[in-house]
């Protein structure tokens, strides 16, 4: 939870500005000092920001744009920087005719600024407060466009709580949240702003919630094609990171390679990206150099780990072993509390036992080459204890190549061999089998599925899957 909520945070950061019923940064001058910001050009800013001339305005646009220099190069000096352009802005946010829509912005930057830097109770702290700040400016500015964006995170952020956290949910007076209603309430919004100067670009960044999340794939596109014409900063460091989710390897790729070096040193993530779809590629050379590149410049903790262990793939791949068992070792002795961080532990302590081959397959279907993952899978006699896994890639691949038969046939092999197996093989089965079914319109065949993937959900990636899950089920319930 506490990574889902950074991730999001991290690419959905989102200033508004209230304007009657419309949104956002009325005047000329603020709105060229925004766009300056999701370019992250504070050359231009500091030119720009000197003819904005209401105080509260101009101070919440100095602290936004510390924010994204803190969070694409979070050192020491950038945080000191961020911490008093926060202090300056709630002191003159607190005097302005907004106060309480820009109160509740400067709560989010902040939450995701201590979670940034691993101070989680005080991240989370600083969530509630902004969702107190939001209910207020709620009921003052109903008909505000900007409440749009605001309800959309709130649903999809509260949606993602665990079962066990509710009771505390329930007493912080905080709702389920609607992942579905979220999502759509995100697109109008950026359908709302898509034309205003700033303002769309922080919409399209907004929308990859979308991407990110959900299984959108006729959004997916149009995002695809909106990004295409955009050369913001921000806008395509969120689609890139994006692509990372969706098999869309070759084209996040294609922007990496289009995008400036000024642009990767000041989003270092955007290197560990590169060495992400080398890795994919099998390219070992590449990962190794990217992996240096992120680590050299990187300064924050969560992914580090990540990177020694893409380096420890790269080198077995290599048939070096020592030197992968060295990776292995500089992996596990980055400690994290974050989510991810604790899955590259875990994949870096069963990586020294792994099948090279079925790790080939796997990255290759990652990056998008389905054909390519099939033919490696199908020249390959899998041992006893990775048939399963397998039999579950080669689903995966068939799916993807239009296989529909084929890939339920072996998705319902790799359940029936998972009744007692703790992977995440047979839930995930379940999932994609009940999506198949319900994309050709059997809804009471999907729910049985989403039914089994219950029952199996008893192992790997658990509170991931019970989301998956939910979002299935939510789907074929016709919930919105």
Known sequence: MKNFILSFLCLFIFPHVIGAQQVVFADDASQTAFADIYAIDNESFARHISSVTDRAKASFLREYMALMNYTAANTQANYDAYIAASDCAFDDVAKSAYAENLTCQLHIHKCMVYMYSGSMVSGGLQFWKSYRAFKQAEQKYPNYTGQLSFRGIYNIL???????????????????????????????????VATLRGVGDEALVFSFVNMFFSHDQNLTSELTKLIKQNPTAVVRYAYVLSCGQRQMGSEAEATLQATDTKT?????????????????????????HWSHKFLDTYRGVSNKNNAYLQMAYAYLFMDNKAMAKQ????????????????????????????????????????????????????????????????TFRRARANEKLGNKAVAIKQYDNVIALSQNDTRYFGPYSCVYVADLYL????????????????????????????????????????KK
């Not at 079962?163 to 950026?190: A, C, H, I, M, S």
């Not at 990767?264 to 190794?288: C, G, S």
């Not at 192992?459 to 939510?474: A, N, P, S, V, W």
Request: glycine share 4%; charged share 35%.
């Open 327 to 390: 990776m292995v070792d500089k992996c596990l002795a980055v400690k994290s509390d974050f989510d991810i961080d604790r899955r590259s532990h875990e994949e870096a302590e069963r990586l020294m036992k792994s099948d090279t081959t079925m790790l080939r397959a796997r990255f290759l279907f990652e990056y998008g080459n389905f054909a390519e993952s099939l033919r490696t899978l199908e020249r390959h006699t899998p041992s006893k204890d990775d048939v399963v896994e397998h």
């Open 264 to 288: 990767f040193d000041r989003f270092p993530l955007l290197y560990h990206q590169r060495a992400k779809y080398a890795l994919r590629r099998v390219d070992t050379k590449n990962v190794i």
């Open 158 to 192: 509260f949606s993602q709580i665990p079962e066990k956290w509710k009771t505390l949910k329930g007493l912080l007076g905080l709702p389920d949240g609607n992942l579905e209603l979220g999502f759509k309430q995100v697109e109008q919004y950026r359908k709302a």
């Open 439 to 478: 994309s050709s319109g059997d809804k009471t065949r999907a729910l049985h599925y989403v039914d089994m993937a219950k029952k199996l959900n008893n192992g790997e990636y658990q509170k991931e899957l019970d989301q998956r899950i939910e979002l299935t089920r939510r789907a074929i319930n016709g």
